[in-house]
């Protein structure tokens, strides 16, 4: 079935650092594949998403790249600040009826001043 | 816009106890989703309403978890008895028809569900 792999954490990094992190998929079909952003006491939201094959996702100057030769979407941003201190999902929907999201099993990022 | 709006925030019940979570969607999404998300695991789908309609509750324990989505506005969760092992955040999300592309889902705030 569907799932998606994502990088374990704690991720901790100084401020203006370079961020990345991994998520590759498994799936049938086409999916559109997202990150979902989890600030503290706070409900999820969407960063980005890709719905085809080397489409790049970009918000709030993260981004990322749906590679499907590699069945990957990592995510990037090239100097974090404190306030993006918050667990990142990767999540993939199925091409089909439903538009299920299935979630990684998410990476807390911790960013020091 | 209004977002996607859960009660209760908090609960603490004991085991074998019932439970109920409410849910009002975004105006004018026709699709519900409830998700289960166990403390260090991403979100899993409980089920999905298409307005008053279940289209996806394979991964509902049927035997203590139910579900309605009256009218396809509002929905309840219901846990009868409840385990240890249901302790966990209920999350509600809403989307348009996911037939339409690129739909996006928005998600509340979430329960936290404390079973002592």
């Known amino acids: 079935g569907n799932s998606v792999t994502q990088m374990e954490g704690p991720v901790t990094l100084s401020e203006e650092a370079f961020l990345t992190i991994n998520c590759t998929y498994t799936a049938t079909g086409y999916p559109s594949l997202f990150w979902y952003v989890q600030y503290p006491g706070e409900g999820l939201q969407l960063l980005l998403k890709?719905?085809?094959?080397?489409d790049k996702g970009s918000n709030k100057g993260f981004e990322a790249t749906y590679r499907k030769e590699t069945t990957s979407f990592h995510l990037e941003k090239g100097s974090v600040q404190v306030s993006d201190s918050a667990v990142y999902f990767c999540a993939l929907s199925d091409s089909g009826a439903t538009n299920k999201l299935i979630f990684g099993t998410g990476t807390l990022l911790a960013v020091q001043p | 816009e209004a977002g996607v709006a859960q009660s209760p925030r908090y609960k603490i019940i004991e085991k074998r106890q019932s439970v109920a979570f409410w849910c009002n969607p975004i105006s004018g999404h026709a699709t519900l989703y409830w998700y289960q998300q166990i403390l260090g695991q991403g979100p899993k789908l409980l089920i999905q309403?298409?307005?008053?309609?279940?289209?996806?509750d394979s991964q509902l324990p049927k035997d203590r978890f139910s579900a309605e989505r009256l009218k396809g506005v509002d929905s309840t969760l219901k846990i009868q008895p409840a385990k240890l092992e249901d302790s966990a955040v209920y999350l509600c999300?809403?989307?348009?028809?996911?037939?339409?592309?690129?739909?996006?889902?928005?998600f509340g705030q979430g329960t936290r569900l404390t079973v002592v």
């Open positions: 309403f298409q307005n008053n309609g279940v289209v996806d």
């Open positions: 999300a809403s989307s348009l028809d996911p037939r339409r592309m690129n739909t996006e889902a928005f």
């Open positions: 890709a719905t085809k094959a080397d």
